[in-house]
């Protein structure tokens, strides 16, 4: 049984009608510092035949946390940033055998594609975080599309993949329209987050572990960021801290039994 949180999930038409109403649009393409409690160009072209040719599904759901009872939890990174903290922050999590998804920005993926190998090379999932970052939510439809599709097409040349997850930039939920566009684009979720480690914000190690031990629990989904100096400080005490509870660190996939 997939265990997620369900944000209301409503049928979208395929066609013109269809896609308007969904906040998508049939001449939609298809193919870091940051705000609030999330960190958080369009090349456009050949995308659009093929967006207006492909059938619409469902909204996928978003998931929030996994099952309760899971002795298990995700560690998630808002993929940008410093490579040399993220090869370091990489270096910790394969130490202590623990694996975790990293929801790329397709700008960074741009400015250092080996990244993308070092953390598949590792166990660790890859996901989608937009192309560049922007306010997704406040594009127009074709271009919050593009922004979903660049990535997709970034991670799917590195990778052989689009990745199975989307995490939309600068907002914590999914909006019904970014929902639909993402499921258009074929991901199965799209991923939030039930503990906030809040280490954009550079508290330091300290209170970035505090935080997460604090909150985390069976199931949790945890929203963290490469490229912060603390971050990666904090990580050796937050790995043995969960383990201590007996809670494994793995990816969504994993977590949510997909």
């Not at 935080?211 to 043995?240: C, F, K, Q, W, Y």
């Amino acid at each position: 049984m997939l265990h997620i949180v369900t944000i209301q999930r409503r049928t979208v038409l395929a066609g013109a009608a269809g896609l308007a109403g969904a906040g998508l649009c049939a001449a939609c393409g298809a193919g870091s510092s940051p705000r609030g409690a999330d960190t958080r160009r369009s090349t456009g072209g050949s995308a659009s035949a093929s967006a207006a040719a492909r059938p619409v599904r469902s909204r996928p759901d978003e998931v929030v946390h996994g099952a309760r009872t899971a002795r298990a939890v995700a560690l998630t990174f808002h993929g940008s940033g410093d490579p040399a903290l993220a090869q370091r922050l990489l270096r910790e999590v394969n130490a202590a055998g623990a694996h975790i998804t990293v929801m790329a920005v397709g700008r960074w993926l741009d400015e250092e594609p080996r990244m993308a190998r070092s953390f598949l090379d590792g166990g660790h999932e890859l996901g989608n975080h937009t192309q560049n970052h922007r306010d997704i939510d406040a594009m127009p439809a074709a271009a919050s599309y593009a922004e979903i599709a660049q990535c997709a097409e970034r991670l799917r040349k590195l990778t052989g993949t689009p990745g199975a997850w989307f995490r939309p930039s600068q907002a914590r939920h999914a909006s019904p329209r970014v929902r639909a566009q993402a499921a258009a684009l074929g991901y199965r979720g799209c991923l939030s987050w039930d503990v906030d480690s809040l280490d954009f914000t550079d508290p330091g190690a300290s209170a970035i572990t505090r935080r997460v031990l604090g909150e985390a629990r069976g199931g949790s989904v945890v929203s963290m960021h490469l490229g912060h100096a603390g971050t990666v400080e904090a990580l050796p005490s937050i790995l043995d801290g969960l383990r201590g509870r007996g809670l494994r660190p793995v990816t969504v996939s994993e977590l949510v039994g997909t």
